[in-house]
C-alpha cells in the first residue's frame, strides 16, 4: 500500500464453470479481525467455488499471525482501501470477470461505503458508518440479518427497512427514500454470523446464509446473462451482498 503497509487476501478458483459459462469473481471482505482461514469463510468460499465462482478474500491487516504489519496502522471499522486495493488487482487480472461483492459483518459496512482524526468514537462510528454511501448502490443488493443478533441493535434495523420498504423512517435525521434494487432479509433467529441448520449440538458446517448468498448470486447472475445487450453490464458494476448478521 502506498503508506507501506502489507496487504494480503487469497484467490481460490472456481471449481467449475459457471452455470452461465461467465467468468464471475466474488470479492469478499470478512468480519472484524478476521481472514481467509477462519471457519465460516472457507465454508462458504467451498461452497461458492463447488458453483463456478473464483473467489478472493482479504485479509484484514494485523489478522494473519504469519503476516507482520509494516505501517503503524491495522484493520478499522471503515477503512476501504486495502479491499479497494485487492478489487483493483481482480480487475486487472481478470479482465473479463464479472465481479460479487460479498461482506460479512463488518465487512458488510466496508463493501457498503468508499478516516481518521475524529474527536470521539461516537463521531468514529457515525462518519465511518456505510449509511452515508449505501443509498448511493443502484445494482441489486441483498442485506440479511437476524432479529436475535447481540451486535446488531434493533434501532439499527431501520436503515436496510427504510432502503427496501416505501416508509419515512428517518435515518440519522433524514429520509431515505425507497430503492427497488435492495431486498432485506430479517430471520428471527440467527444470531450474529450464525444461521446454522441441523442438530443442536453438532449443526452442519454449511449454513443457511451460505446457501442463500451463492442463490442470489446465481440468480444475478442469470438475469444479467438474459438481459438484452443494450441493458447488460450490470454486474460488471458489481452486485453487492451483505451479510450482517
Known amino acids: 500500500m502506498q503508506d507501506?503497509?502489507?496487504?494480503?487476501?487469497?484467490?481460490?478458483?472456481?471449481?467449475?464453470?459457471?452455470?452461465t459459462g461467465d467468468d464471475i469473481t466474488m470479492v469478499i471482505c470478512p468480519g472484524i479481525g478476521n481472514h481467509s482461514e477462519k471457519h465460516y469463510i472457507r465454508t462458504f468460499v467451498d461452497y461458492a467455488q463447488k458453483d463456478g465462482y473464483r473467489c478472493a478474500v482479504l485479509n484484514h491487516l494485523?489478522?494473519?499471525?504469519?503476516?507482520?504489519?509494516?505501517?503503524?496502522?491495522?484493520?478499522?471499522?471503515?477503512?476501504?482501501?486495502?479491499?479497494?486495493?485487492?478489487?483493483?488487482?481482480i480487475k486487472r487480472t481478470?479482465?473479463?470477470?464479472?465481479?460479487?461483492?460479498?461482506?460479512?459483518?463488518?465487512?458488510?459496512?466496508?463493501?457498503?461505503?468508499?478516516?481518521?482524526g475524529h474527536s470521539s468514537l461516537k463521531e468514529y462510528y457515525e462518519k465511518e458508518s456505510c449509511v452515508h454511501y449505501i443509498h448511493n448502490v443502484d445494482v441489486p443488493l441483498l442485506l440479511v440479518n437476524s432479529a436475535d443478533d447481540p451486535l446488531v441493535h434493533d434501532s439499527l434495523l431501520a436503515i436496510p427497512r427504510t432502503l427496501a420498504e416505501n416508509s419515512n423512517v428517518l435515518v440519522l435525521c433524514r429520509p431515505t427514500a425507497k430503492k427497488p434494487n435492495v431486498i432485506f432479509a430479517l430471520t428471527l433467529h440467527g444470531?450474529?454470523?450464525?444461521?446454522?441448520?441441523?442438530?443442536?449440538?453438532?449443526?452442519?458446517?454449511?449454513?443457511?446464509?451460505?446457501?442463500?448468498i451463492v442463490g442470489f448470486a446465481n440468480t444475478m447472475c442469470q438475469w444479467e446473462k438474459q438481459k438484452p445487450p443494450c441493458q447488460s453490464g450490470l454486474l460488471t458494476g458489481s452486485s453487492c451482498i451483505e451479510a450482517k448478521a
Open 191 to 212: 444470531g450474529h454470523l450464525g444461521f446454522f441448520e441441523g442438530d443442536v449440538l453438532f449443526p452442519q458446517p454449511l449454513t443457511w446464509m451460505d446457501k442463500v
Open 94 to 116: 481478470y479482465l473479463q470477470t464479472q465481479l460479487v461483492v460479498v461482506g460479512f459483518s463488518l465487512g458488510g459496512n466496508i463493501v457498503c461505503k468508499k478516516l481518521h
Open 4 to 19: 507501506g503497509a502489507t496487504a494480503t487476501f487469497d484467490l481460490f478458483e472456481p471449481l467449475k464453470d459457471h452455470q
Open 62 to 89: 494485523g489478522a494473519l499471525p504469519n503476516i507482520e504489519l509494516t505501517s503503524p496502522r491495522m484493520f478499522t471499522y471503515g477503512c476501504t482501501w486495502e479491499f479497494a486495493a485487492m478489487v483493483g488487482y
